[in-house]
């Protein structure tokens, strides 16, 4: 009766979601083309209370992640003791990870020469962003390489340096798994405070209906529809991409390498892709996924928070696409012929940009600034692309965390930390 009741305030809590995205949509609508601009509307209703509660939710989830991610890491590494299981569970995560990432580039690039969405569109008027966009800092391979290496940790937690972090978590499992006994108070301690973390979570998750709501709301309040046809084909390339990579790729490598159902992996796991949607944020995921897999799936928890939040940093498949297609689309608008060794080394950054790219919102606009470079495209298409950037990381973010998902069930399997009766059951 009790795990009855369990199961019905968890139910509610995702119907509640999904009706709180619903209503968004139609009250931002609504907004949109019923409601006047004006002081009140502008003022106050977009900017002011569907703004300050929505970026609210959203600090809330943030303020979460560096200490979640922390621990989640420590205990995972920890709790599979072997270093060189870890380092098995680790090497197959990253390359998986990383293949995909590769594949996502290349799909969108097939696709966006496919739909051709710049082709005819005059880039010209944009040169007024110019300033906005170079603003923008991309960051080097050689000095992404260094990053991973923390020169002082307690910096690296204090500005959400998430590479570093994990990093320096994952030192500090495997030294505490070594030690065992001899540090049995220190991880105690970290196993505690990763509870009390996964209980602030949902904690702050029982507000992710109002925070959903106004997400929403101010999203299709300031853009509504007609601003989408500027860029309707754009749009349609990279929903398309994602499309193939989330169902197609991901999916026949679930059933390839585990022969779990894909259809209903991915009802099970849909909940967790539309809160992802409504939040567009990989690292506000991270929790419900693990917790998701563990319930639904049957994966071990020893390698989901590993792998989890390894992927919420690493794993930007969704972004990588929006990258490619944002190629394909800005040297068509500018007129600008890529030959083959151009893609070749748009896969080739794209993939290594998604190394390191926080789980934040809009954050692939200033990775695509690095794609841009390598290329020699004008950065200016990037001011264009911002208008509508909102959907498409909603969209982008839950592909990102579905692949994660995907990935850690393989690797579960692999590593006989799947149990397939917990599958078949949900």
Do not use: W
Request: include cysteine.
């Amino acid at each position: 009766m009790e795990r009855s009741a369990k199961k019905t305030k968890k139910m509610g809590l995702t119907t509640r979601i999904f009706i709180a995205l619903l209503a968004g949509v139609v009250f931002g609508v609504a907004l949109c083309y019923l409601v006047p601009d004006g002081s009140f509307k502008n003022d106050i209703l977009v900017e002011g209370v569907l703004y300050v509660v929505g970026q609210g939710f959203i600090r809330l989830m943030k303020m979460l992640v560096v200490p979640l991610v922390f621990c989640s890491i420590v205990c995972g590494s920890m709790s599979i003791g072997d270093t060189k299981k870890l380092g098995t569970v680790g090497v197959r995560s990253l390359i998986f990870y990383l293949c995909t990432t590769a594949c996502a580039v290349t799909v969108a690039l097939l696709v966006g020469n496919l739909l051709n969405p710049g082709v005819g569109l005059d880039l010209s008027v944009l040169q007024s962003t110019t300033t906005q966009v170079e603003s923008m800092q991309a960051t080097s391979l050689t000095e992404t390489l260094l990053n991973i290496i923390p020169d002082n940790p307690i910096g690296a937690l204090a500005k959400g340096e998430m590479l570093q972090i994990i990093l320096f978590a994952l030192i500090v499992g495997v030294i505490l798994a070594k030690l065992g006994e001899r540090a049995e108070t220190v991880g105690s301690f970290f196993s505690q405070f990763n509870d009390v973390m996964m209980e602030m979570t949902m904690m702050v998750m029982s507000l992710a209906p109002v925070g959903v709501f106004c997400l929403i709301s101010r999203t299709f309040a300031t853009i509504g529809f007609s601003a989408f046809l500027p860029l309707a084909k754009y749009m349609v390339a990279v929903f398309l991409a994602l499309g193939i990579q989330c169902f197609v790729v991901y999916l026949s490598m679930l059933k390839l390498f585990t022969g779990l159902n894909p259809i209903k992996f991915i009802k099970n796991f849909f909940p967790v892709m539309a809160f992802a949607f409504s939040t567009a944020t990989s690292n506000a995921t991270i929790p419900l996924s693990i917790d998701t897999l563990a319930k639904k799936m049957g994966v071990s928890k020893r390698i989901s928070s590993f792998t989890i939040p390894l992927g919420a940093t690493i794993n930007m498949d969704g972004t990588s696409i929006m990258q490619g297609v944002a190629v394909v689309f800005a040297a068509q608008a500018f007129g600008i012929h890529l030959d083959m060794m151009d893609y070749i080394t748009v896969i080739g950054t794209a993939t290594l940009a998604s190394v390191g790219t926080a789980g934040v919102p809009s954050v692939g606009l200033v990775t695509l600034t690095m794609v841009f470079n390598s290329v020699g495209l004008p950065v200016e298409a990037i001011g264009l692309i911002m208008g509508i950037d909102r959907i498409l990381d909603m969209t982008r973010t839950a592909v990102n965390i579905t692949g994660d998902a995907v990935c850690t069930t393989i690797v579960a399997h692999q590593n006989k930390a799947l149990d397939k009766s917990v599958f078949e059951r949900s």
